[in-house]
């Protein structure tokens, strides 16, 4: 199942002026919390030069998934959201869809994020005024059936902003065994599963003991080495011989994308 939900320029139930302008700033799946909190700066410092200081109060800028309740309403570390908090209509030449509408136009083509202007859930559920779902058991004919309903939303003068939840992908690297290779140089599929766990999960290796404080000793390989699929591919394999293999000699490792729910 997959959803697309689209802002009309025209809503079904009129929204009334809450006084707040909310901006949603999404980078490729992915990118790390630093990173997200760059590009969201740079788009708040856009945002900022068309909402006048006279017509504001203050700005909220999150970065992240957040923690217990506020994490059910981000997408990870590639996400940021600003949260400008206008004054009250009596003390504007413009409402908030007015506003609204100019920061959409202007934002609407800005290069390397996903920029979405609106509530981010509305009352009636959903992430806008008009949600489509479609139900199937192929993912990948799912998100081509996807990207076509999309851009045909999209061409409707109609419809300002048209998100697609199979856009929000992580990704993952996914080791597929080969039995026959593993059971020539007499591995087993959990014996590699142990080293891939070890080198990247870590082991523990004893204890340290320092003025009373026990401390645990990880063993696994350094950061730098842990997001780099080539480390994973070279992982040094011990044999039942003593020889020593590659994983990638008896495995096939490759990135792949997996759904986000």
Do not use: C, W
Not at 140 to 163: I, K, N
């Amino acid at each position: 199942t997959f959803g697309l939900g689209t802002q009309l320029r025209t809503e079904f139930i009129p929204n009334s002026d809450q006084s707040v302008l909310e901006v949603t700033v999404e980078a490729p799946v992915g990118t790390s919390s630093d990173e997200t909190l760059e590009r969201t700066r740079e788009v708040l410092g856009q945002v900022e030069a068309l909402v006048p200081a006279e017509e504001q109060t203050h700005t909220l800028l999150e970065v992240g998934s957040g923690a217990g309740f506020a994490s059910l309403f981000t997408a990870g570390d590639h996400e940021g959201e600003l949260t400008l908090t206008l004054v009250p209509l009596s003390d504007r030449d413009r409402g908030q869809a007015d506003i609204e509408r100019s920061v959409r136009d202007a934002l609407s083509r800005v290069a390397g994020v996903d920029v979405r202007v609106g509530p981010r859930f509305n009352p009636m559920g959903g992430e806008g005024d008009l949600t489509v779902e479609v139900r199937g058991h192929d993912l990948e004919q799912a998100r081509v059936l996807g990207q076509d309903l999309r851009e045909r939303l999209e061409a409707l003068p109609e419809v300002s902003e048209v998100s697609f939840s199979l856009d929000d992908q992580a990704p993952q690297v996914e080791v597929v065994f080969d039995r026959a290779k593993l059971a020539h140089v007499g591995l087993s599929a959990s014996q590699v599963g142990q080293s891939i766990s070890t080198a990247f999960l870590g082991r523990s290796a004893g204890m340290y003991t320092e003025d009373g404080e026990d401390t645990d000793i990880l063993v696994r390989y350094g950061a730098a080495h842990r997001t780099d699929i080539d480390e994973l591919k070279r992982l040094p394999l011990v044999t039942s011989s003593g020889d020593v293999v590659r994983l990638d000699s008896v495995a096939d490792v490759r990135e792949t994308l997996a759904p986000s729910s």
